[in-house]
């Protein structure tokens, strides 16, 4: 069984609004970041979720490509942060915006 880890409970399961729960980890504590953020499809999605069919929606529409980037930056920063140097990253996304990552890697490191 692997050793508890010293930098963070990684018993729980942290909630909400990523950036906010990134702010709350301490920096180089996370040996693997995967995220599936919105992919700015410029879609509406709608899901019936369960035996209740609960209706769950979300729009995934940002005004333009630099507006999305705007939305992924303070995230993409945060996740450097936290990473590990030795730590894994892994950006779910599609074709529209497979390059967000890389532009706000250049642009932070001016």
Request: aromatic share 12%.
């Amino acid at each position: 069984m692997a050793k508890p880890s010293p930098l963070l409970d990684t018993r729980v399961i942290y909630c909400g609004d990523n950036l906010e729960q990134l702010k709350k980890l301490p920096a180089g504590s996370v040996d693997l970041i995967y995220i599936d953020p919105p992919f700015n499809s410029n879609r509406n999605y709608e899901v019936f979720w369960g035996e209740t069919k609960e209706k769950r929606a979300f729009e995934d529409r940002h005004e333009s490509t630099h507006a999305y980037i705007e939305f992924m930056r303070p995230r993409c920063v945060e996740l450097a942060r936290v990473l590990k140097k030795t730590g894994s990253f892994y950006y779910h996304c599609d074709w529209h915006e497979r390059a967000c990552p890389q532009t706000v890697q250049r642009e932070e490191r001016r």
